[in-house]
């Protein structure tokens, strides 16, 4: 079957870093999706990978890997703001969206 | 980016009543809107493709009798949720994709509504 992993959950620092990983099975692969959804709020896009290596976009980078079926979201510099769920999701052969069950970050002061 | 909104943000209903949930593409035409529903500290579930001018595709398990999709316009698609019962309570957020930003792929959602059924 196809699935997606990711942390549950993640505590991190304001101003730390905090790496959330992503391991995907799908059959065929054509790119992978983070998005972030704040509570009670629809998700809103945050990167697209579907070549390995690190994209990069201001405070957030995302890293694919899909010899290894890989991939993480890094965040720099972290706000209280970015409190919220992070859901990877990766698009298969035909191109029908995976999610993951998404990992909840909290930001402590 | 593009902008997709939905409508009601909320709504509490009786059980046996039906519901209406718009969503818009408000700067783009959609030929293909998504429904999902998501349960508290779950993942989106996709609940069925909404095909402008022809019928929707239902995932396994949705009731497409009880979940009807209408998708009249580039810009419109509506999903109604009949005779409601409090098991239907839950997030549904639709998203589309906008021919605007290429090859990414990247889905606009709508701001999500969040039905109650008592």
């Known amino acids: 079957g196809q699935n997606i992993d990711q942390p549950t959950e993640m505590t991190a620092t304001e101003g730390a870093i905090v790496q959330i990983n992503c391991t995907y099975q799908?059959?065929?692969?054509?790119?992978l999706f983070w998005y972030q959804q704040h509570a009670g709020e629809a998700p809103t896009f945050l990167s697209y990978?579907?070549l390995d290596g690190l994209e990069e976009k201001g405070r957030f980078s995302s890293f694919l890997s899909r010899s290894k079926g890989y991939s993480y979201l890094l965040l720099k510099e972290l706000q209280m703001k970015d409190s919220a769920s992070y859901l990877c999701?990766?698009?298969?052969?035909?191109?029908?969206?995976?999610w993951g069950a998404g990992t909840k970050l909290i930001i402590k002061p | 980016g593009a902008v997709v909104s939905q409508h009601p943000s909320r709504v509490i209903c009786k059980s046996g009543t039906s519901v209406k949930i718009e969503c818009r593409s408000l700067?783009?035409?959609?030929?293909?809107m998504f429904w999902y529903r998501q349960f508290p500290k779950q993942s989106l579930m996709l609940m069925a493709t909404?095909?402008?001018?022809?019928?929707?595709?239902?995932e396994q398990g949705v009731e497409k009798d009880k979940f009807l999709i209408n998708h009249a316009s580039l810009t419109l698609s509506t999903l109604t949720v009949t005779s409601a019962h409090p098991e239907d309570s839950s997030f549904y957020i639709c998203?589309?994709?906008?021919?605007?930003?290429?090859?990414?792929?990247?889905?606009?959602f709508g701001e999500g509504s969040r039905l109650t059924v008592l």
């Open positions: 998203s589309a994709r906008s021919p605007l930003t290429g090859e990414t792929g990247e889905l606009f």
């Open positions: 700067d783009f035409q959609a030929t293909t």
């Open positions: 909404s095909n402008e001018g022809s019928k929707a595709t239902y």
């Open positions: 799908t059959s065929g692969f054509n790119g």
């Open positions: 990978n579907v």
């Open positions: 999701a990766a698009w298969d052969s035909n191109y029908q969206l995976i």
